[in-house]
């Protein structure tokens, strides 16, 4: 059974950074896209970045272009969400999810195509 856990969320002022972790584990193939999704108080669950598994593309929602970067560790299973230039607006809960994807070429942004999902970790940005 696939499992992920995100870590290293936090409160910060806003202009700060925090780095997001999402450690996999019980991932029996190779190649998996994976992504981070947020969601706010009252609000949908959004898109925020994801990665491919091997073709190392990557896509990003247009709020956190040139302010967030997802890359990955392949030898620690381990996909990690920098997050600079914090805004207030970037308060949310923020998730990791994964699906499998032979191609290793997708970076998937619509969150139904995702079957496995991490519990969460909050951000917390302060004006």
């Known amino acids: 059974q696939v499992q992920l856990v995100e870590s290293g969320g936090g409160l910060v002022q806003a202009g700060g950074s925090l780095t997001l972790s999402c450690a996999a584990t019980?991932?029996?193939?190779?190649?998996?896209?994976t992504g981070w999704f947020r969601q706010a108080p009252g609000k949908e669950r959004e898109f925020v970045a994801a990665?491919?598994?091997?073709?190392?593309?990557?896509r990003y929602t247009d709020s956190v272009k040139g302010r967030f970067t997802i890359f990955k560790d392949d030898a620690k299973d381990t996909v990690y969400l920098q997050m600079n230039s914090l805004m207030p607006e970037d308060t949310a809960v923020y998730y990791c999810?994964?699906?499998?994807?032979?191609?290793?070429?997708?970076?998937?942004?619509?969150?139904?195509?995702?079957?496995?999902w991490g519990q969460g970790t909050q951000v917390t940005v302060s004006s």
């Open positions: 999810a994964t699906h499998f994807d032979p191609s290793g070429r997708l970076a998937t942004t619509k969150s139904s195509e995702y079957n496995y």
């Open positions: 019980g991932r029996t193939y190779s190649s998996y896209a």
């Open positions: 990665i491919s598994w091997s073709s190392g593309d990557t």
